[in-house]
């Protein structure tokens, strides 16, 4: 009987850059579980009818080790990607190639169609044929609109003396605030309002975060744990890390089949699970804003093909949501 071929060196790789990015979303979480509080106190108006919420703050929001390890990662992501290119345009034995050439090999991304002509005509480009070639243009940013990919551009450009990857700590917008410690005029709010002060900020002590507004006056109000998140800015836009990761993960290993000339089921099977995690996210946000459950409950229930993350073990006695990365109520 013969022995079942060993994984490739590329794919060994990917499930280094998978266990890594868990890896560091564990870290992150337990980081800001543990060390961090993050509160909004409000300050009423005079007339008691208004409060905005002041962000108050204990302990260092965002080490700059998160910042470090995260550019690390993403640094290996785009590595992974060269790495898989080199070797799909170098597999002909027939091609010579000078050393000037081998420097130059990289994974193509075009964040525009200009761009992607003037990559595409490159020996190792042209070195996949045809058929690779077309796939590998149905994964570039100018084609899916991803912004993934031109981030992992933009940091393997960066001169090594460059600042790592900034972090933020964002008012999650995935999980939305509860306010527990309202007490509401005796005859009801009547009408009520409650939105961000400015769109969600990057969270930061004294940061004017929501603005909770009645026809009646309020009684009193106390002070709200922030359920947040940590964010990366991309264009000008804040990105959940963890949907960052997720992202990474999928977008090497479906570059990865498509230089390979394989069909994309590592990259669809990653595509999945994470949809269903998103899935479940989602319908945990509709069950706090509207109370009804059923959805996140067959969501989360015991099914072989959904993401597990807020599946309860079978030793833990406390509510299944606490079991995900990020904390449903406070920091993650």
Same mark, same amino acid.
């Given at each position: 009987?013969?022995?079942? #071929?060993?994984?490739?060196? !590329?794919?060994? /790789?990917?499930?280094?850059?998978?266990?890594?990015? @868990?890896?560091?979303?564990?870290?992150?979480?337990?980081?800001? %579980?543990?060390?961090?509080?993050?509160? &909004?106190?409000?300050?009423?108006?005079?007339?008691?009818?208004?409060?905005?919420?002041?962000?108050?703050?204990?302990?260092?929001?965002?080490?700059?080790?998160?910042?470090?390890?995260?550019?690390?990662?993403?640094?290996?992501?785009?590595?992974?990607?060269?790495?898989?290119?080199?070797? $799909?345009?170098?597999?002909?034995?027939?091609?010579?190639?000078?050393?000037?050439?081998?420097?130059?090999?990289? @994974?193509?991304? #075009?964040?525009?169609? *200009? &761009?992607? +002509?003037?990559?595409? /005509? %490159?020996?190792? =480009?042209?070195?996949?044929?045809?058929?690779?070639?077309?796939?590998?243009?149905?994964?570039?940013? @100018?084609?899916?609109? #991803?912004?993934?990919?031109?981030?992992?551009?933009?940091?393997?450009?960066?001169?090594?003396?460059?600042?790592?990857?900034?972090? @933020?700590?964002?008012?999650?917008?995935?999980?939305?605030? =509860?306010?527990?410690?309202?007490?509401?005029?005796?005859? /009801?709010?009547?009408?009520?309002?409650?939105?961000? &002060?400015?769109?969600?900020?990057?969270?930061?002590? /004294?940061? *004017?975060?929501?603005?909770?507004?009645?026809?009646?006056?309020?009684?009193?109000?106390?002070?709200?744990?922030?359920?947040?998140?940590?964010?990366?800015?991309?264009?000008?836009?804040? =990105?959940?890390?963890?949907?960052?990761?997720?992202?990474?993960? *999928?977008?090497?290993? %479906?570059?990865?089949?498509?230089?390979?000339?394989?069909?994309? &089921? =590592?990259?669809?099977?990653?595509?999945?699970?994470?949809?269903?995690?998103?899935?479940? !996210?989602? $319908?945990?946000?509709?069950?706090?804003?509207?109370?009804?459950?059923? *959805?996140?409950?067959?969501?989360?229930?015991?099914?072989? +093909?959904?993401?597990?993350?807020?599946?309860?073990? %079978?030793? $833990?006695?406390?509510? #299944?949501?606490?079991?995900?990365?990020?904390?449903?109520?406070?920091?993650?």
């Amino acid at each position: 009987m013969s022995k079942p #071929a060993e994984p490739s060196r !590329l794919f060994k /790789g990917i499930g280094i850059l998978m266990q890594e990015s @868990f890896d560091y979303l564990h870290e992150a979480a337990d980081y800001h %579980r543990k060390r961090i509080r993050v509160l &909004a106190v409000p300050r009423f108006d005079p007339d008691r009818t208004r409060a905005i919420y002041v962000v108050r703050v204990r302990g260092e929001l965002v080490p700059v080790e998160l910042e470090y390890k995260l550019s690390n990662i993403l640094f290996q992501a785009r590595a992974t990607l060269d790495r898989a290119m080199f070797l $799909a345009s170098h597999a002909d034995p027939a091609l010579t190639w000078t050393k000037g050439e081998d420097v130059q090999t990289s @994974f193509p991304i #075009a964040s525009t169609e *200009e &761009a992607w +002509d003037a990559l595409v /005509g %490159r020996k190792h =480009v042209v070195a996949l044929g045809a058929k690779r070639i077309a796939k590998l243009r149905a994964i570039q940013p @100018f084609v899916t609109g #991803a912004r993934l990919p031109v981030l992992l551009n933009d940091l393997h450009r960066f001169d090594k003396h460059r600042d790592p990857l900034s972090l @933020f700590l964002i008012a999650d917008p995935q999980f939305p605030m =509860v306010f527990d410690h309202v007490q509401d005029h005796p005859a /009801g709010p009547d009408e009520s309002w409650i939105d961000f &002060a400015k769109p969600n900020p990057p969270l930061a002590a /004294g940061v *004017e975060l929501v603005v909770r507004r009645t026809k009646r006056p309020m009684m009193s109000i106390g002070p709200e744990d922030i359920p947040a998140t940590l964010a990366a800015r991309i264009d000008g836009a804040f =990105v959940d890390v963890q949907d960052l990761l997720w992202d990474t993960i *999928e977008y090497v290993s %479906r570059a990865a089949d498509v230089l390979e000339g394989k069909r994309p &089921a =590592v990259a669809d099977a990653f595509a999945n699970y994470f949809a269903a995690e998103r899935q479940q !996210l989602a $319908a945990f946000q509709r069950g706090m804003l509207n109370e009804d459950w059923g *959805e996140w409950l067959k969501l989360s229930g015991p099914v072989v +093909d959904r993401g597990a993350s807020f599946r309860r073990p %079978r030793s $833990a006695t406390g509510p #299944a949501c606490l079991q995900h990365s990020k904390h449903p109520r406070g920091l993650y």
